[in-house]
C-alpha cells in the first residue's frame, strides 16, 4: 500500500486513485447494475446447484446401488475443469443467459453431492429404529429425522459452494457475456486499467463478505449449536 501511494502509477494506482474510481462508478450506476446482474447469476445457480446436488447426494448415499452407477460419472465431473464446461456449453448453446447458468450448475452439483452424500449415509440407525417403531410418515422422516441430521452437511456445502460459484461466475461473464463484474473486469483488462480492476473487485468482495457476515455465519453458528447444547443456557 505504501509503494501504492509513492508511485501512484497507472500500473499501480493508489488506494485514493482506486477510491475515486469506485466511487465515479458508483455514482454512474455501472457498479450497481454490473453486480446486480452477477448476483442475480449466483442466486439463480446457487439455488439450482443446491436443489440437484441434495437431491442427488441423498439419493446416492442412502442407496448403495444408484451410488455404484453414478459415483464414475460424480468423479469425472469433480475432475473436468470448470472452463472447460463453460465453452463447452458456450459452443453448443451459443453465448445466452441459459448456456451460462447452465455451465456454473453443472460445474457445482457434483460438490454439494459429495458432501451431502457423506451426510446420508452418516444418519443414525437408531433415529431409523425408532422411526419404524412409531410408523413415521414420509413427511416426518424428512422434517424430523433427515433434514436435522444433514443441515451441517448443507452448510457446509452451502458455504463451499458459494466460494466456488462466485468464481465461476466471473469467468464465465468473462467469456461470454456483456454485462456482470466478469465482463467489467474483462474490459478493464483490455486496456490495462489497473483502477478500475482493483476497484470492481473490492466491491465484489465487500458483497461476499457481507453475505458471509450477516447470512452463512449465523446459519453455520446455528448448524452447529445441537453440539454444544450447553452454550444456549450460559
Known amino acids: ?15 485514493l486513485t482506486v477510491l475515486q474510481t469506485l466511487m465515479e ?3 454512474s450506476g455501472q457498479l450497481w447494475h454490473h453486480l446486480g446482474v452477477t448476483l442475480y447469476r449466483v ?7 443446491m ?5 442427488l447426494g ?3 448415499g442412502r442407496s448403495a446401488t444408484v451410488n455404484a452407477v453414478l459415483d464414475p460419472v460424480l468423479v469425472l465431473m469433480l475432475n473436468l475443469p470448470a472452463l472447460v464446461t463453460i465453452i463447452l456449453l458456450y459452443v453448443w448453446m451459443g453465448l445466452v443467459e441459459p448456456a451460462a447458468i447452465l455451465a456454473v ?3 457445482k452439483v457434483p460438490n454439494v453431492a459429495v458432501t451431502i452424500r457423506e451426510g446420508a449415509r452418516s444418519f443414525d440407525y437408531k433415529l431409523e429404529q425408532m422411526a419404524e417403531v412409531y410408523r413415521f410418515s414420509g413427511r416426518q422422516r424428512l422434517w424430523d429425522l433427515w433434514l436435522p441430521q444433514l443441515f451441517p452437511y448443507v452448510m457446509a456445502a452451502t458455504r463451499g459452494g458459494l466460494a466456488l460459484i ?3 461466475v466471473l469467468v464465465v ?4 457475456r456483456s454485462d456482470g463484474v466478469g465482463f467489467q473486469l474483462h474490459m478493464a483488462f483490455q486496456v490495462f486499467d489497473v483502477s478500475a480492476i482493483l476497484a470492481y473487485s473490492l466491491a465484489f468482495i465487500a458483497v461476499v463478505q457481507l453475505i458471509e457476515l450477516a447470512v452463512l455465519q449465523p446459519l453455520e453458528r446455528r448448524a452447529h449449536r445441537w453440539r454444544h447444547p450447553e452454550a444456549r443456557h450460559a
Open 105 to 107: 450448475v453443472i460445474n
Open 1 to 15: 500500500m505504501a509503494l501504492a501511494f509513492a508511485l501512484d502509477s497507472a500500473l499501480l494506482p493508489s488506494p
Open 166 to 168: 462466485w468464481k465461476i
Open 25 to 27: 462508478q458508483a455514482a
Open 51 to 55: 436443489l440437484l446436488g441434495i437431491a
Open 58 to 60: 441423498f439419493w446416492m
Open 43 to 49: 442466486a439463480v445457480s446457487f439455488a439450482l446447484a
Open 173 to 176: 461473464e468473462l467469456l461470454g
